[in-house]
């Protein structure tokens, strides 16, 4: 028997969104917004609500996540939906989502230089896994080392993954566009997907910061 599933709802009604001037947003993009409040996610997640970017399109929204492995934050990320009407180019439609994915990693794997094409491949499982159907995907793996120097020459190296990408999502609906983000950060943290017949459970926000500050 799987696990019941209970959304995550920030107390926003939808994600942080930007519209241009004093117009309001077109109904197919406050219920594409509204959708990303829907995804199943997992308990070490935590979701919130971002400022919208400006100027990348006439309407934006933004959410942002942190993956929790106990009071360890192992991954943080964003997620920007971009709407449209006349479409941009490369997008193939009026909608775009734009991901960033960073988390710290072992320098041995980091060094992997098959690293980038697994790193990708999760993003593209992912989405396929939750039947996130997307066309003109793209982006970059990036590898970053950080070295401390003078008075924090004692500090240990670090040495971290960053995925940028950009995918046109084919349906209204977000949900499992969000779900997929948040898979791929929690790969990137080294937590294993969940078994097929356990479902995920959400983790809200004002219950997990109350269980950090016990």
């Not at 971002?50 to 192992?74: F, H, K, T």
């Not at 991901?99 to 041995?108: G, I, K, N, S």
């Not at 997307?134 to 995925?163: H, I, Q, W």
């Not at 046109?168 to 990137?188: I, K, N």
Request: charged residues 25%; aromatic residues 8%; contains cysteine.
């Amino acid at each position: 028997m799987s696990t019941p599933v209970v959304p995550f709802r920030p107390s926003s009604t939808y994600a942080s969104a930007m519209t241009l001037g004093e117009r309001p947003p077109p109904a197919v993009f406050t219920r594409a917004a509204e959708s990303m409040r829907l995804a199943e996610v997992r308990p070490e997640i935590e979701l919130e609500d971002l400022p919208a970017p400006q100027r990348l399109a006439p309407y934006a929204a933004a959410i942002g996540a942190s993956v929790y492995r106990d009071d360890d934050e192992l991954a943080v990320g964003r997620l920007i939906l971009l709407y449209d009407p006349e479409g941009q180019r490369g997008w193939e439609g009026p909608f775009r989502l734009v991901a960033y994915v960073r988390a710290d990693m072992e320098p041995e794997i980091t060094s992997d230089p098959l690293l980038g094409p697994v790193a990708w491949s999760w993003l593209t499982e992912a989405l396929d896994a939750h039947q996130a159907d997307y066309s003109a995907a793209g982006g970059t793996v990036t590898r970053a080392v950080s070295e401390g120097f003078g008075n924090k020459a004692e500090d240990p190296v670090t040495t971290e993954l960053e995925l940028r990408a950009s995918w046109s999502p084919a349906q209204e609906d977000l949900s499992g566009h969000v779900a997929a983000w948040c898979d791929l950060m929690c790969l990137a943290a080294g937590m294993p997907p969940l078994p097929p017949d356990v479902s995920a459970l959400p983790r809200r926000r004002d219950d997990s910061e109350s269980d950090r500050t016990k």
